[in-house]
């Protein structure tokens, strides 16, 4: 168990609906900033945004004070991605590793881009569906150069520890042998899957070639040096919430009090009484109108 826990506030597909997590004290927390990025010797956390085979685009709302979970949203709507033939939603649990950042001031010199101002993400690969909001532990395994629209975007290949299989996978080519397919499915999947909103496939770096672990572990590394050089006000985030708990040498750093105190001003947490539409009634809705 990681210790941490997630509470949702107001109803989920609705502009309103945000998660929260809180570390093992039930304090509420920042899961950019104060969920430490290793979780152990070479394994890191990894914040659930996406479960596999969902729809909704969640992500870590990174202006928003303690940046909750959040429905990201385009032109005044709730985004979706589309069931992308064969694929259904995410093919993946899908989401960030803490305490790193994709600089959009800094020039990638492997993809000649700047980075898209997001945690680095990541695609967990094992056999359970996980939660939106459950902090899990992962080993990584390998790693995509994505292209979106001029910006760096890493797509981090990675397994949770605790999946039955977790000691099969040590590197890339393991995930080649041992599922088959799955790896061109994921470029296939990460280049067409704005098509159908109108915009054009993404590009990739290294001519869609998965880097090894050694290489994604470096990349990890250099991303979080960055979130800790914005955490420290030593680059200007512009508008990016840098509210923490637990950073000691941060001048952003907040007394867990404060930060109950954002929590309790917003919606009441979500209780049995409400109706919630599934995730695929929504992403219907979102395709008729």
């Known amino acids: 168990m990681s ?22 004290n039930g304090q509420y927390i920042s899961p ?5 990025i290793y979780a152990d010797k070479d394994v890191f956390h990894m914040v659930v945004e996406v479960p596999r085979w969902s729809n909704a685009k969640m992500e870590i709302a990174t202006k928003d004070p303690l940046n909750p979970i959040k429905q990201d ?23 960030a590793i803490p305490q790193t950042w994709e600089y959009p001031g800094h020039n990638d010199k492997h993809t000649g881009c700047c980075g898209d101002n997001d945690p680095i993400d990541v695609c967990e690969i094992g056999s359970k569906v996980c939660s939106r909001g459950e902090i899990i532990r992962v080993k ?10 001029g910006e760096t975007d890493w797509k981090v290949i ?20 041992l599922k088959p397919g799955y790896l061109e499915a994921t470029v296939d999947w990460f280049r067409r899957y704005k098509v159908p909103d109108g915009k054009p496939e993404n590009q990739f770096a290294f001519n869609a070639e998965f880097k090894d672990k050694d290489f994604a572990v470096d990349i990890i590394k250099s991303t979080h040096d960055l979130w800790r050089a914005l955490v420290l006000k030593k680059i200007d985030g512009k ?3 840098c509210m923490n ?12 009090e404060v930060a109950k105190a954002i929590v309790d001003a917003l919606p009441p947490p979500c209780d049995s009484a409400c109706t919630v539409p599934t ?11």
């Open 32 to 36: 950019f900033h104060d969920i430490p």
């Open 73 to 95: 949203v385009k032109k005044g709507k709730l985004r979706y991605v589309a069931n992308l033939f064969p694929y259904k939603g995410y093919i993946w649990n899908y989401g």
């Open 158 to 177: 990675a397994i949770n520890v605790d999946d039955p299989d977790a000691a099969n996978y040590n590197d890339i080519n393991d995930v080649k042998r």
């Open 279 to 289: 995730d695929v009634d929504k992403w219907f809705h979102h395709q008729k109108n």
């Open 245 to 256: 708990t637990t950073v000691s040498e941060s001048p952003y750093k907040c007394d867990p």
């Open 3 to 24: 210790g941490f826990s997630s509470e949702e506030r107001a109803v989920p597909f609705t502009l309103e609906y945000r998660v929260f997590i809180k570390n093992e």
């Open 140 to 149: 990584v395994l390998g790693i995509l150069a994505m292209i979106d629209e």
């Open 239 to 241: 508008g990016i919430s």
